[in-house]
């Protein structure tokens, strides 16, 4: 019982202390006179009615007016998109002005005593967002308001605390641009919250969606240019589609940029040795099925292991090209040796001309056996020995290893293969396309990656992959290869060790949609999956992305659902708009409804990083700094 009067008197204290924080602005006024004053003129209305966090209030009809003047200040009244406060005892309570309409008053008598302006007042439907404490704004609802709680304008100070969104001493914050509603309030935000968090740029061409990504990664740069502990214990990787952000100084000037092409040898990114013989890896290059070629591929990799040198591969092949000649089945043994050929060096006679392998060997329908040098009676089933006189043989031989890995790899599986149909382990027509798919691409992955174990982050902390003159195929897969295994890495890293890892991707719908008829759909799944478990996991081994797109609704929507942080400029498919409203809890009603509606440079910021949605019109960067992007000026060329 005692305990229970001890917490009593402890809240009563509390009470007071928040009163007396609560309207020290109040008390703080000179006399009486002040306080009615302000209240007179900050005092819009009262709740009407309430249902869960739908507040309606009714407005004081001469509080109709677009703005008040208060100690020679012009001050804006309440609209949609506006804030108010209600005061419910010794709560301040925040809502948010979603709507408005006018209704009348049914319970005024109908006589001549009241004109009809008298029976119709405006009524402002509002939603709860949250409350304020002392020098705080916190996000919820803490208490339901009563009907004819009294309602007011926000003070500056109160309207500051709620677009105050750096809520530790500790944190550095950056800022973006200012309110579009108010050209006056800055908008910060907090390094913290901002960047060790996943992020979503979404908005249609021309909207200032690169701009805006350029601002962000801008700000942090300029922030952190003296650190040294930044360029130790951060990794940035821009993917650049489009080659937005590959110029000299665009967002940084220190940074690696790799302007890769399969056009023409330009620049290489290094990858290492070990990481290609990858199953994830090979399977991303090979276009791998789950079901057939990933297992098949794996198999590989053993083999790979399994041979200690060239000589040992040499053997293998010859014992193989013995059990081929000694078959009885012709189209298998044919099929089989074509794989050989694929593996061994051309014939060529002294003359230069490149000769068959098959030259000598005759395959007996009626018999079912091969024989040699055109005698029916030398069967090579009968005398195997002659196997060593087969061109295919002697070929073997002359085998000298690839010094490129991905050739040397196809060889590995061509061998892997051959002992599979022999063992029926195999089929040829589930597998070949997976060989086939690895063949067509050796010359575009050369031309792109340098196989040595140089450190990819040698030369600078950021580092810009410009894909822009890479073909279709290989601008999916690089950055696919590239992400996963720098993931891959961190996962691996001990906690001391652990650095900051973003991925920055612009245009991502070129590697995260989900609609493509260009691939198969396991393709496709495996994909999608890579990214997803970077961003549902990447989190707690300090992986973080930033995704930009002008078609979120192509996105996956697990990926979008996972990001914390968004910044939505103008879209006006309503696809867009749906995925954007379905996938983002953040975002209410309004926010939602001014999308298709948004200036060029103004988006709905939303997520974890802000109490709630705000309207912000991200400020300019310096011309040199800013993202090549820029919409062709058709005029002055014309001209």
Known sequence: MMKSKSLTSAQSIMSSKVYHLKFRFILNMTNNKDIITYQSIFHIGIVLSV????????????????????????????????????????????????????TTDDKLPNNNYNAAEDRIYRVLVCSLIGYLTPGKFVRGVKSLPLIDNECFILSNEEFRQIHSFVEKSSDKTIEIGTLATDDYTPISLGVQKL????????????????????????????????????????????????????????????????NLSTRTTKDKIPFPKKALLDLDTLCIFASATEKTQRPFISRCLEYHDYIRDENHFKNILKK????????????????????????????????????????????????????????????????PELVHNTLYYKQAEEYSQPTDLIEYFIHIM????????????????HIAPA??????????????????????????????????????????MIPLLLCNHLYKEHKHQKEKDLTY??????????????????????????????????????????VF????????????????????????????????????????????????????ILSTGVCVIAGQLVEMPIVVQISKIEDKYKPNNETIDIVSKWS
């Open 545 to 596: 992305m930033t995704i930009a797109s002008q078609r979120p609704s192509d996105i996956s929507s697990t990926i979008v659902s996972q990001l914390h942080n968004y910044f939505i400029h103008r879209l006006v498919n309503d696809e867009d708009i749906n995925k954007v409203g379905q996938t983002i809890s953040f975002l209410d009603r309004v926010s939602k409804e001014s999308l298709p």
């Open 435 to 476: 060989i086939n798919k690895l063949k067509s691409m050796v010359k575009d992955i050369g031309n792109l990656i340098d196989f040595n174990d140089d450190d990819f982050w040698k030369k600078n902390n950021v580092v810009v992959v410009n894909l822009d003159s890479v073909n279709q195929d290989l601008k999916k």
């Open 320 to 383: 193989l090209i013995e059990e081929i000649l000694l078959m009885s089945d012709k189209q298998r043994a044919e099929l089989l040796l074509d794989y050989v050929e694929q593996i061994v060096p051309k014939y060529i006679s002294i003359d230069g001309e490149i000769i068959n392998l098959h030259s000598g060997l005759t395959f007996h329908n009626s018999k079912n056996y091969y024989y040699w040098d055109g005698e029916m009676s030398k069967s090579i089933q009968s005398a």
């Open 195 to 258: 960047f060790s968090s996943h992020i979503g740029i979404f908005g249609n061409t021309g909207s200032g969606k690169s701009y805006t990504l350029a601002k962000l990664y801008r700000q942090l740069f300029v922030e952190y240019k003296c650190s040294k502990l930044f360029k130790k214990y951060s990794k940035f990787l821009f993917i650049d589609f489009n080659g937005e952000y590959s110029g000299t100084d665009a967002i940084v000037s220190d940074k690696q940029v790799y």
């Open 51 to 102: 249902s869960g966090r739908e507040v309606k209030v009714k407005v004081d009809k001469q509080k109709n007016l677009p703005h008040i003047i208060f100690n020679g200040t012009l001050i804006k009244n309440i609209s949609v998109g506006g804030y108010l406060k209600i005061i419910n005892g010794f709560n301040t309570l925040i809502a948010k002005i979603d709507g408005e309409f006018i």
């Open 414 to 429: 061509y061998l892997r293969l051959i002992r599979d149909v022999l063992d029926n382990r195999a089929m040829n027509e």
């Open 501 to 542: 890892l973003n991925i920055i991707i612009d245009e991502a719908h070129n590697i995260l949609s989900y609609q493509s008829n260009r691939e198969s759909d396991t393709w496709k799944d495996y994909r999608l999956e890579v990214f997803e478990e970077i961003i549902k996991e990447g989190r707690k081994f300090g």
